[in-house]
């Protein structure tokens, strides 16, 4: 089945230490986007690729980059985690930004920092 | 940029029963109306969609209705089941450009109780 898969599902850092998360899709859609959940609250926008265009929030802080070096895959790279940033992190695809088109959801990697 | 409100923030039904959560926007230039079912531990899964042509969808025990004069749109959920117990999220998109464009602008979500 063509999905959104997002590794790992749990992930535990230290204060300070640097972690990626990786996203992966096999709908070829050409947008993805990284949001921040933190708990009882909706997902908040990171930033998000179009294609290879990035295009990032306003208000995302320096800490949190992205990479996508292909269609599948995208990376959430966050350089000195604080305790603020434990959250759930979840990627979405969809076909275009114009439409809009529906957004797809994977299952979350939840961050817990230490 | 697009406020989305949502209410209630929780809901308690009885299975069987009815639920309607509903939603309202701000930005007269959004078009595309979302509703999501997040599940404890999950991502967000889509559960119906309708766009700013159309006034009514239904797929199932899940429908959903637009007023765009109004700007607010509606889930209703039929027949609840113990399984329909998740958070629900509305979302609003606009295709019309600006800083909206394509992206997703969610309510507060609404912690759904269906008790057996």
């Known amino acids: 089945d063509a999905m959104v898969i997002q590794n790992p599902r749990y992930q535990v850092t230290q204060f300070g230490k640097p972690v990626t998360l990786s996203c992966s899709q096999t709908?070829?859609?050409?947008?993805m986007y990284w949001y921040q959940q933190k708990s009882s609250q909706a997902p908040k926008l990171l930033f998000h690729?179009?294609?290879?265009?990035?295009?990032n929030e306003a208000d995302t802080p320096d800490n949190f980059q992205s990479r996508r070096p292909n269609t599948s895959f995208c990376f959430l790279d966050i350089r000195s985690p604080g305790l603020g940033d434990a959250a759930m992190y979840l990627c979405?695809?969809?076909?275009?930004?114009?439409?809009?088109?529906?957004?797809?959801f994977g299952p979350g990697t939840r961050l817990t920092v230490l | 940029g697009e406020n989305v409100e949502q209410h209630p923030s929780t809901l308690s039904v009885q299975e069987g029963d009815s639920a309607v959560i509903k939603c309202t926007y701000s930005?007269?230039?959004?078009?595309?109306f979302p509703w999501y079912k997040q599940e404890l531990g999950k991502g967000p899964q889509l559960i119906i969609d309708?766009?700013?042509?159309?006034g009514e969808k239904k797929d199932q025990r899940i429908a959903v209705t637009l007023n765009k004069t109004a700007k607010h749109f509606s889930l209703h959920i039929t027949e609840t089941q113990p399984e329909d117990s998740a958070v629900y999220f509305c979302?609003?998109?606009?295709?019309?450009?600006?800083?909206?464009?394509?992206?997703?602008?969610f309510g507060q979500g609404t912690i759904l109780t269906v008790h057996p």
């Open positions: 709908l070829n859609h050409n947008v």
């Open positions: 309708i766009r700013s042509n159309v």
């Open positions: 690729y179009y294609d290879k265009d990035f295009n």
């Open positions: 979302a609003a998109a606009s295709s019309a450009g600006g800083t909206s464009y394509g992206k997703l602008t």
């Open positions: 930005d007269s230039a959004s078009n595309y």
């Open positions: 979405a695809t969809s076909r275009d930004l114009a439409g809009p088109t529906t957004q797809y």
